[in-house]
């Protein structure tokens, strides 16, 4: 756990595994399904806000850190803009 070299695929999978969780259990704490969190850990593509949504059901924040001072940054977003449904349908007239 830890390592600097872990993809954000290896990460989430690490902690859910410290955690106890399930990818099912993250899966409908972040409101996709179980399909899409697979494909996406699948592929290990996760937009800034599909992690800062992952952080916040994991209950941990999503940061970076300076590699020269150790300063570190929180990246969030508003909550009106977490948990929002990541597709819209299109309606055709």
Same mark, same amino acid.
């Given at each position: ?6 993809? *954000? %695929?290896? $990460?989430?999978?690490? +902690?859910?595994?410290? &955690? =106890? +969780? ?5 899966? !409908? ?5 179980k399909? =899409?969190?697979? =494909?996406?850990?699948n592929?290990? =593509?996760?937009?800034?806000? /599909?992690? $800062?949504? +992952? *952080?916040? *059901? ?9 590699k020269?001072?150790?300063? /570190?940054? $929180?990246?969030?977003?508003? !909550? !009106?803009e &977490?948990?929002?449904? %990541?597709?819209?349908?299109? $309606? +055709? !007239?």
């Amino acid at each position: 756990m830890g390592d600097i070299d872990m993809s *954000a %695929k290896g $990460v989430i999978k690490d +902690i859910i595994k410290t &955690k =106890n +969780i399930t990818q099912i259990e993250l899966a !409908e704490k972040i409101h996709v399904t179980k399909q =899409n969190l697979s =494909n996406k850990m699948n592929r290990d =593509n996760f937009s800034t806000l /599909e992690l $800062v949504e +992952i *952080a916040d *059901a994991l209950d941990m924040q999503l940061l970076l850190k300076d590699k020269s001072d150790g300063k /570190e940054y $929180v990246i969030d977003y508003p !909550e !009106e803009e &977490k948990g929002k449904p %990541k597709r819209t349908k299109k $309606v +055709i !007239e």
